[in-house]
């Protein structure tokens, strides 16, 4: 199993440009989680799913969007892309048996996003 | 929502010594405390978890404890060797009022062995 893919592993973008950030599971997970980690900081939850069709906002969800079309795949959308943006991105899933019962998170590599 | 205070942001410690981390949390529906270890420019690894039903957890020369009472967790690493440098979160699920089952992270804290 690859586990949990990303890309790009890198990109640079100008103020007000959009781009889609790529995430992917094999591992058949139900649930899967979109984070960014400033510099020196801990993980903040973007938006996560709970399976396909499904997505709710975690703690810091304006300016961006998610779907969820398929069990292996969730995209992040970034629309309009400003400075404070610039941050790593991660993508993580896990199977949990049912809500309010977290099983182990597996994170992808990361995506570095800068916003000039 | 969840509030997770992670202690020390630094941490030096002598090579073969012991090192530990610890994190408090707001939300006592939290149910889940994982710990994650990130080297520089890596995605965060699990290296340890523990449940709100257990009280204590062990992995080789790692373990975690948990008291529920005074929501707080802690991660103790024996016999600290130079691979063990790295930032460590703690982590802690928030499953309050059907929300995001997604983890909220502390800060982190940077383990430095010194040899």
């Known amino acids: 199993n690859a586990g949990v893919t990303q890309t790009p592993k890198f990109r640079i973008l100008k103020i007000g440009q959009s781009m889609t950030l790529q995430c992917a599971q094999d591992m058949n997970h139900n649930y899967m989680y979109w984070y960014r980690q400033d510099p020196g900081m801990g993980l903040k939850l973007i938006y996560y799913?709970?399976?396909?069709?499904?997505?709710d906002k975690g703690e810091v969800p304006n300016g961006y969007n998610v779907s969820r079309s398929t069990t292996e795949d969730f995209p992040l959308r970034l629309e309009l892309a400003a400075p404070s943006q610039t941050s790593v991105y991660f993508c993580a899933s896990s199977y949990s048996y049912h809500r309010g019962d977290t099983d182990t998170q597996y994170f992808g590599p990361g995506t570095r996003l800068t916003v000039l | 929502g969840e509030n997770v205070e992670q202690h020390p942001s630094t941490l030096s410690v002598q090579e073969g010594d012991s090192a530990v981390i610890k994190c408090t949390y707001s939300d006592s529906a939290s149910n889940y405390f994982p710990w994650y270890k990130q080297e520089l420019g890596k995605r965060p690894q699990l290296i340890i978890d523990i449940r709100s039903n257990v009280g204590e957890k062990k992995d080789q020369r790692i373990a975690v404890t948990l008291n529920k009472t005074a929501k707080h967790f802690s991660l103790h690493i024996t016999e600290t060797q130079p691979e063990d440098s790295a930032v460590y979160f703690c982590a802690a699920s928030d499953a309050s009022g059907g929300g995001a089952d997604g983890l909220t992270f502390g800060k982190g804290t940077h383990l430095i062995i010194q040899p």
């Open positions: 799913s709970v399976g396909a069709g499904i997505t």
